[in-house]
C-alpha cells in the first residue's frame, strides 16, 4: 500500500473523484446489509436535486469563430492589389480580423513643474510656488505602475526576481540586481502597516478557516541548506479575505494561533495534530473537513474496497445536498434547514457503520485509518451542520495557499527571514484580489498611489475586500 501511494504521489493523478464501480452481480458480503439502499437513496436525491434545480447543459453546437472584444483599439490596414485597377470600381471589402499584441515597453514619464516668484513686495520680499510631487517612494526611479507590475509578476505570475531583471534588460534598461532588490524592500515598507490593518480585519471574523504549508529560507546560522519554515494561511470566508502569516516551525501553540486564546467563533482545519487541541478553548467551535476525511476513503479503496465504497457514496450524497444548496444561491438559513432534513440523517448513518465495522479490520490498514480518522473526530466532523454559513471542508483556505506552492516551484527559497515575512504580506494582498474579483495589478497601483495621502482610520478602504472597485476598474 505505502508503495502504491508512492508511485502515485510521483506519477500518477492527483484527483480524487470517486466514481462507483462495485459489479451489481457481485454478492454483497454480510457486513454489508445496507449497499443497495444507499443506492437507490443516492438516485432518490439525486432526483430530487434535479427536479428542484435543473442545472442548464452548454450547447454542444459550435458557435464559430470566437469574436474578438469590441473595446480594443482597432489598426487598420489597407491591402490593395497587385493588380492594375485602373477604370476599377470598389464594390466592396474582405475584412479579415486578428488579435495582435504590442510588447510590453519601458517610457521615461517626464515631470515638469513651472516655477514661479512674484514681484518683490515694499519691503522687497519675493513668494516662489511651485506644484507639489506627490511620489510614494521618493528618490525611487521606479513609478507606481513599474512596482506593481514587478510584484505582480512574482508573486501572481511566479516569475522569480532574475527572471524579471531579465525581462527588463530585454526591453532596453540595465539595472543591477541590487537596484530592483532595493525597490522591492521599498514598496514592501511602503504597504507594510496597511497588512497590520488588514491581519486585525481577519482576525475579527467570526469564521476562519487555518491551513500550513512549508516554505524554504536561507538562513546564515544554517551554511550549505535551507531553514524549512512554514507559512500559516487563515481564510474568513464571510469577507473572502485571506491571511499569510510566516512562522519558523509548525507548531501551533508557539505564534500561530496564540490569538485563539481569546477568540469566540468557528474555526475550521485539517486533521493536522496540532489543531486538536482547539476543541478544548472555551468559546471556540472547531470544524474538521470533510474532503480530507474522504481522502482516506479513496486511498484504501484498493484495500477494502466495500467499506470504502461504501462510506464514500454517502460521503457523495453529502457533497450532492451541498452543491443543491450553492446553484440555489441559498441562504444561511436555508442552508441550515436543508442540513438538518437531509445531512444530518445520512451523517448519522456514517456514524453508526464506522461504528459498527471499526473492530472487524485490522487497526493500522488503510480502512482501519479511515475509520480511526473519522471516529476521533466526529464532533467536529458534524459541526458544520450547527450553522448556515459553515462550510463542510477547508478548500477555499487549500485554494488560496496554492499560488504558494506555484510560486516556490519557481523561485525555490525566500532570501531570508524578513523575506519570507515580505512574501505573506503580498500573498495574503493577492490572493484577497483574486477571492474578490479584483485585478491585483491595478489595486497595487492604485495603494501605491494613494497609501501616504489615507489617514490611519481610512486605511481600511484600500483594502481589497473593501476598496471601492470604482476606483480602480
Known amino acids: 500500500f505505502e508503495l502504491d501511494q508512492l508511485k ?9 473523484r470517486f466514481v462507483p464501480t462495485m459489479d451489481a452481480c457481485q454478492l454483497n458480503l454480510e457486513f454489508e446489509p445496507k449497499d443497495t ?14 427536479v428542484n434545480y435543473e442545472r442548464k447543459k452548454p450547447q454542444k453546437k459550435h458557435e464559430g469563430r470566437l469574436p474578438l472584444p469590441a473595446h480594443l483599439p482597432v489598426k487598420e490596414t489597407i491591402l490593395e492589389p497587385e493588380e492594375d485597377t485602373t477604370g476599377m ?3 466592396g471589402n474582405e475584412i479579415t480580423e486578428e488579435l495582435d499584441l504590442v510588447p510590453a515597453s519601458l517610457y521615461i514619464n517626464r515631470i515638469i513643474r513651472p516655477k514661479y516668484i512674484t514681484k518683490e513686495d515694499t519691503l522687497g520680499n519675493q513668494k516662489q510656488v511651485i506644484a507639489q510631487l506627490n511620489r510614494p517612494i521618493p528618490k525611487c526611479i521606479a513609478s507606481a505602475k513599474l512596482l506593481a507590475s514587478i510584484f505582480t509578476d512574482k508573486f501572481v ?16 534598461i540595465s539595472l543591477p540586481s541590487s537596484t530592483l532588490e532595493s525597490w522591492v524592500k521599498l514598496c514592501s515598507e511602503l504597504i507594510r502597516h496597511l497588512y497590520a490593518v488588514h491581519r486585525l480585519y481577519v482576525f475579527r471574523e467570526i469564521y476562519q478557516m487555518i491551513d500550513e504549508s512549508p516554505i524554504k529560507v536561507q538562513d546564515k546560522e544554517k551554511k550549505g541548506t535551507c531553514h524549512h519554515g512554514y507559512m500559516w494561511v487563515r481564510y474568513a470566508p464571510l469577507s473572502k479575505a485571506a491571511l499569510f502569516e510566516y512562522y519558523p516551525t509548525r507548531s501551533a501553540k508557539k505564534g500561530p494561533i496564540d490569538d485563539l486564546s481569546t477568540f469566540t467563533g468557528y474555526v475550521q482545519t485539517d486533521g493536522y495534530a496540532g489543531y486538536t487541541y482547539l476543541a478544548s478553548l472555551q ?20 484495500n477494502d474496497k466495500a467499506r470504502a465504497t461504501h462510506v464514500l457514496k454517502l460521503i457523495q450524497l453529502l457533497y450532492a445536498i451541498e452543491a443543491l444548496a450553492r446553484e440555489a444561491e441559498m441562504s444561511p438559513e436555508q442552508r441550515y434547514e436543508l442540513r438538518l432534513e437531509k445531512s444530518l440523517p445520512i451523517i448519522n448513518e456514517i456514524g453508526q457503520y464506522i461504528y ?16 480511526e480518522y473519522c471516529s476521533s473526530r466526529w464532533t467536529s466532523l458534524q459541526n458544520f451542520l450547527s450553522n448556515g454559513i459553515l462550510e463542510i471542508d477547508s478548500n477555499l483556505v487549500e485554494n488560496a495557499i496554492r499560488p504558494l506552492a ?5 523561485y525555490l527559497f525566500a532570501g531570508s527571514h524578513d523575506a519570507a515575512k ?25 495603494v501605491i498611489n494613494n497609501i501616504n495621502d489615507t489617514k490611519s482610520s481610512q486605511l481600511k478602504n484600500l483594502l481589497p475586500q473593501f476598496i471601492d472597485k470604482n476606483l480602480i476598474s
Open 89 to 91: 470600381v470598389c464594390i
Open 157 to 172: 505570475y511566479h516569475l522569480p526576481l532574475f527572471r524579471i531583471l531579465k525581462r527588463l534588460n530585454q526591453m532596453g
Open 356 to 371: 459498527q465495522e471499526k473492530d472487524k479490520v485490522l487497526p493500522q490498514s488503510p480502512i482501519g485509518k479511515a475509520f
Open 283 to 302: 468559546g471556540i467551535t472547531h470544524l474538521s473537513c470533510w474532503a480530507h476525511a474522504r481522502r482516506y476513503y479513496e486511498r484504501a479503496l484498493d
Open 422 to 446: 515580505d512574501i505573506a504580506m503580498f500573498y495574503s494582498f493577492f490572493a484577497t484580489c483574486a477571492k474578490n474579483d479584483i485585478d491585483p495589478q491595478k489595486w497595487l497601483t492604485y
Open 406 to 410: 506555484l510560486g516556490r516551484k519557481n
Open 37 to 50: 439502499e444507499i443506492e437507490e437513496e443516492v438516485k432518490a436525491e439525486r432526483e430530487l436535486i434535479r
Open 8 to 16: 502515485r504521489l510521483i506519477f500518477g493523478s492527483k484527483r480524487e
